[in-house]
């Protein structure tokens, strides 16, 4: 069975700096997408950045500029570097993953982890 552990969340100031990091442990055979999504107080979950395996990214429009997704293919990782933090960046943080495993081609969700940005 795959789980995603993520780690990196914290308190921060308006204006500093975040780096998440999920990693896929497990079989994982194949790595298709990873993803980092949010969802703050009362909001919908909402997709942050994607990236493929091939290293194609996509990023919502709030967070050009300011977040830098990659991934390690070899270590099953994928990092969040979130720079110029606003306060409207306050949310939990969720890891997804496109991969496969012995059951095939799946999905699958960290448990989130808790960024706050506040002075």
């Known amino acids: 069975q795959v789980q995603l552990v993520e780690s990196g969340g914290g308190l921060v100031q308006p204006g500093g700096s975040l780096r998440l990091s999920c990693v896929a442990s497990g079989t994982v055979f194949i790595i298709n997408a990873m993803g980092w999504y949010r969802q703050a107080p009362g909001k919908e979950r909402e997709l942050v950045a994607g990236i493929t395996s091939g290293g194609t990214t996509n990023y919502a429009d709030s967070v050009k500029g300011r977040f830098t997704i990659s991934i390690d293919n070899a270590k099953n990782t994928v990092y969040l570097q979130m720079n110029s933090l606003k306060p409207e960046d306050t949310a939990v943080y969720y890891c997804?993953?496109?991969?496969?495993?012995?059951?095939?081609?799946?999905?699958?969700w960290g448990q989130g982890t808790q960024a706050t940005v506040s002075s």
């Open positions: 997804n993953a496109d991969l496969s495993d012995y059951d095939g081609r799946n999905y699958y």
